[in-house]
């Protein structure tokens, strides 16, 4: 019997590195996936035009993390409830919304730029709202989906990006894709998981 339940042990564990391994590759792919996509399929103006706009969003996107997912990942005795933590995300959230308006207008962007860089600054605070139940599902032992999280969200994403983009060759209708996809992805794969793991 001993024998049985350590090697359920280690499937599970297995299983768990994988879909962690995969989350990760794929959330690192998919920023030079987009890249690469805008730069094939449109004009120089237009990927310029994205690459300014996306680098401004992901470091913006380190204001939505803010710290708070490692923390929360190795609170395995729970000192924090999980409403302290959604709490703090909603407020880093703010700050990270509010600083790509802030950091539109020191750098002086146009039009143009300002909406695409809110657009995918709205994009990876999707991202890192999703973190927020990835982190949760680590710090309940359940590696695996954590790591299904990442993976499908960011695949669901970066795929409607590519057919948008490929489709119509306008950066801004594939960002646009890009937050709805990832709305649906937030929705299948972190907060409906997430249920099993709320008190009621």
Do not use: C
Not at 158 to 174: D, E, G, Q, R
């Amino acid at each position: 019997m001993q024998k049985t339940n350590h090697n359920i042990g280690s499937t599970i564990s297995r299983k768990g590195v994988v879909w962690n391994m995969l989350g990760s590759g794929m959330f690192g792919a998919s920023s030079v996936l987009l890249l690469a996509l805008v730069s094939h399929v449109t004009d120089t103006e237009q990927a310029g035009v994205f690459s300014v706009a996306f680098s401004t969003a992901q470091l913006l996107y380190m204001i939505g993390l803010f710290g708070s997912n490692h923390f929360q990942m190795t609170d395995y005795t729970e000192r924090y409830l999980f409403s302290a933590y959604k709490g703090l995300k909603i407020v880093s959230s703010g700050l990270m919304l509010a600083g790509g308006f802030l950091l539109s207008w020191i750098l002086g962007f146009n039009a143009e730029k300002t909406i695409l860089t809110l657009l995918l600054t709205l994009y990876l605070l999707l991202s890192s709202a999703g973190e927020l139940y990835q982190s949760m599902f680590f710090q309940k032992n359940r590696l695996d989906i954590s790591g299904q999280s990442i993976f499908y969200r960011t695949l669901i994403a970066t795929l409607a990006f590519a057919a948008v983009i490929l489709w119509s060759k306008n950066v801004f209708y594939a960002s646009a894709a890009l937050i709805v996809a990832s709305v649906i992805g937030l929705a299948i794969w972190a907060l409906r998981p997430a249920r099993e793991f709320m008190p009621g």
